[in-house]
């Protein structure tokens, strides 16, 4: 296992966690329900977090942290506020995806894996997110962007910088 | 070309999450029809109609049907699979946000069918802004008495929620999906048993493709007869295509099954971008068979393609052109495999790592004409001995390309300037 330093968990963050977890108590279906929840309510899924989960899910804590590390955009590590996931499957890299990419690695100054130190995005690559109609593409906290140029996309990211985006 | 706008009749033009708009523009005629006939009934209408799957297989609908059907069991599912996770698939997205009543319409008719009263729509993580329009439309259903209990008075019932995934291509794959709506990691399962008889919570499960169960409705509102009137023999009825690449329109098409390759790329859909040349097709989505420039005068329906050793798949057509490398597009493709692999079993993932690694060194100039003997009984072992199909199909990319653009692959392996590979060479190295 990486070596991944995160951020304090508040003692109110955990309280929470359980709070979202509690009512499902032996129903693993409701797992990714739950994991999706909590991962709004704190920085990231470390090991007190996902021992709290187990805990009220009534399941260990390797099996809530193997789920969440077979989906891709599930993530152990302390992402960013803006996780963007860069699509990188053909119809989009034929179209120009891999200028886009460097575009932002520039920008940013993080590579693909990587969040940028005022911890406001993450990087991450992405296949095919179904949008090749306007590819390449792009998703922002689960927001589409297309047709991107290398150009376009810092445009794109300077709105969430100054915050004209939530 | 007029495309032939039989799924696609109402996208853009009713409010996807009012029921009642989809109800003025014709919607759940089917299931009121439905509600009166029995299951065999229902399933011999299937049978006629020749309906086959939509998400990549072409299995006739009404089997699945029918083994679900004839098994006894006290709860049953029906299904949808809302993954699209084949890359440059877009028409499932298309259906579900836009006109996704007859996506329920479908599935509560195949639950009336075989006597199931639960339905599942597993979401992709990527769609999840499509979440709310769907429960909406589950909502404003429910509230017509097309869904939930006792339907329309006739004593049936159907409920049907909504299962999110969170980014694995593998949970396209039915019995994976099954362990990802049950909370686990979506790896497949051996088989037997089959889903019909043994799928979700080890219930008989019917699980069909969004565009599939769209079919339905329309299918029981006008007949047999009316959906055979266009499509092939074998392969009757409209299909949407997603048409992307290097192509003037992109974007999701709806037209008769059978229709020309070729004029669907020139005519349909203004032809490769500025004037440029065409060098290949992939059809299918990046599990299918890329073919060359020569080959395209073809028509797609799903026994035409196989036979000439691809698949119509999902309908995705990539359009390719000059400004490309193959085996640099291939290289993207063996990447794509090689990080979906949910390294069950050891042929798909060490084949798909292996394979990627084979490319990458032709692409980059380590490569010989071992290399491709070697790929040759990578593949060979991979279609045997992999568990689920993406590892028996993460090949059939990489084989249909080495065969068909075979000149490309040994210039690489001669070490001629390639001026699309050359760069990323330097880009690798930095
Ligand atoms: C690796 C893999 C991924 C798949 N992904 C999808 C998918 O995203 N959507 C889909 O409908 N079918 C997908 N399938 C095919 C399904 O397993 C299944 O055959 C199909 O959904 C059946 O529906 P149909 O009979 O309506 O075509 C995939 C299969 C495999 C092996
Ligand atoms: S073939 Fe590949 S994806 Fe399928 S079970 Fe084996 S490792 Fe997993
Ligand atoms: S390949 Fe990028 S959105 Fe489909």
């Known amino acids: ?166 | 070309m007029e495309q032939v706008k039989r799924l696609t009749r109402n996208c853009g033009k009713i409010n996807p999450k009012d029921a009642a708009d989809y109800v003025k523009a014709g919607g759940y005629e089917g299931l009121k029809k439905a509600l009166k006939m029995d299951g065999q009934e229902i399933i011999n209408l299937m049978k006629d109609s020749g309906l086959r799957g939509r998400g990549g297989a072409g299995f006739p609908t009404f089997r699945k049907m029918q083994f679900t059907f004839d098994t006894e069991s006290d709860i049953k599912y029906v299904v949808c699979n809302a993954d699209e996770g084949e890359p440059g698939t877009n028409k499932d997205r298309i259906l579900l946000s836009e006109d996704p009543c007859s996506i329920l319409e479908g599935m509560a008719i195949t639950g009336k069918t075989v006597g199931a009263n639960y339905g599942y729509i597993y979401l992709r993580g990527e769609y999840s802004y499509i979440r709310e329009i769907l429960e909406a439309a589950i909502e404003s259903s429910t509230k017509l008495g097309f869904l939930g209990k006792d339907i329309q008075g006739s004593g049936f019932d159907f409920e049907i929620k909504i299962a999110s995934g969170a980014g694995a291509y593998v949970c396209g794959e039915e019995t994976a999906l099954f362990e990802s709506i049950e909370g686990h990691r979506g790896e497949p399962r051996f088989r037997p048993p089959f889903p019909s008889i043994q799928g979700l919570f080890g219930k008989p499960t019917v699980l069909n493709n969004v565009e599939t169960l769209a079919n339905i409705g329309p299918i029981l509102a006008n007949g047999a007869e009316w959906f055979k009137s266009v499509g092939t023999e074998n392969s009757p009825g409209t299909k949407l295509f997603t048409v992307i690449g290097n192509v003037n329109h992109r974007g999701v098409y709806e037209y008769p099954m059978g229709i020309n390759l070729k004029e669907l790329i020139f005519d349909c859909c203004g032809g490769v971008e500025d004037g440029r040349e065409l060098i290949a097709v992939q059809a299918g989505g990046a599990s299918g068979a890329y073919i060359n420039a020569s080959q395209i005068d073809m028509p797609l329906d799903i026994d035409h393609i196989s036979d000439s050793g691809g698949r119509l798949g999902c309908g995705t057509i990539m359009v390719i052109d000059e400004t490309n490398c193959m085996v640099d597009i291939v290289l993207n493709n063996a990447y794509f495999f090689k990080e979906e692999s949910c390294g069950q079993c050891t042929p798909c993932r060490e084949g798909t790592t292996r394979l990627y690694r084979f490319i990458e060194d032709i692409s980059q100039g380590r490569g010989s004409l071992e290399t491709l003997e070697k790929i040759d009984r990578l593949i060979e072992c991979m279609e045997n001995a992999s568990l689920c199909g993406l590892g028996r199909s993460a090949t059939v990319p990489v084989a249909s390309a080495i065969r068909n653009f075979r000149p490309i692959f040994i210039k690489h392996i001669d070490k001629d300037p390639c001026p699309i590979c050359d760069d990323v060479k330097v880009a690798n190295v930095s």
């Open chain 1, 1 to 166: 296992m990486e070596n991944v330093n995160y951020s304090q968990v508040t003692p109110l963050e955990l309280v929470e966690v359980a709070r979202i977890a509690s009512p499902f108590r032996d129903q693993r279906d409701q797992l990714m329900n739950v994991i999706l929840k909590v991962e709004k309510a704190v920085p990231a899924f470390s090991p007190q977090v996902t021992a709290v989960i187990a805990r009220e899910m009534n399941l260990s804590q390797t099996e809530v942290y193997s789920f969440i590390s077979f989906y891709k955009m599930l993530s152990t590590k302390e992402r960013g506020q803006y996780v963007i996931h860069m699509c990188q499957s053909a119809p989009c890299h034929i179209r120009g995806a891999k200028e886009v990419l460097e575009s932002v690695e520039d920008f940013l100054h993080i590579k693909i894996g990587e969040t940028t130190e005022d911890k406001k995005f993450t990087l991450e690559y992405a296949p095919c997110i179904g949008t090749c109609d306007v590819s390449p593409a792009m998703l922002i906290n689960g927001k589409v962007y297309g047709n991107l140029t290398p150009d376009s996309v810092r445009d794109v990211l300077k709105m969430y910088i100054r915050g004209e985006v939530m």
